[in-house]
């Protein structure tokens, strides 16, 4: 079992930017795909970005490309995610994900789950 923990998140105005981050606790990343997905309230959670465990492929939601990129650190055990250009639609709770089979797209894919990091954005 991994145990994940996400940081970085906070509160941001339109057009912010913020960094999450998100390690491993007592088992190394590195050989996982991971991803991010995000759950505003009274929605379902959603798909935001996804990478293979080389780094290799990237997988981006329409409504981020362009404004967050996904990457893995040297050590590829860290993923972060970094937000540009933050919308007040942006607003969620956001969770990393690894240990992938199936859909890079779907959460039910993932069975390593962090506890979330609240994302505000204000207009």
């Known amino acids: 079992q991994v145990r994940l923990v996400e940081s970085g998140g906070g509160s941001v105005q339109a057009g912010g930017s913020l960094r999450l981050s998100c390690a491993p606790s007592?088992?190394?990343?590195?050989?996982?795909?991971m991803g991010w997905f995000r759950q505003a309230p009274g929605k379902e959670r959603e798909f935001v970005t996804a990478?293979?465990?080389?780094?290799?492929?990237?997988y981006y939601a329409d409504a981020v490309k362009g404004r967050f990129t996904i990457s893995r650190g040297n050590a590829k055990n860290t993923v972060y995610l970094q937000m540009n250009s933050l919308k007040p639609e942006d607003t969620a709770v956001y969770y990393c994900?690894?240990?992938?089979?199936?859909?890079?797209?779907?959460?039910?894919?993932?069975?390593?789950w962090g506890q979330g990091t609240q994302v505000t954005v204000s207009s």
């Open positions: 994900a690894a240990n992938r089979r199936g859909s890079y797209y779907s959460d039910r894919s993932y069975s390593y």
């Open positions: 990478i293979t465990w080389s780094g290799g492929s990237i």
């Open positions: 007592g088992r190394t990343l590195s050989s996982y795909d």
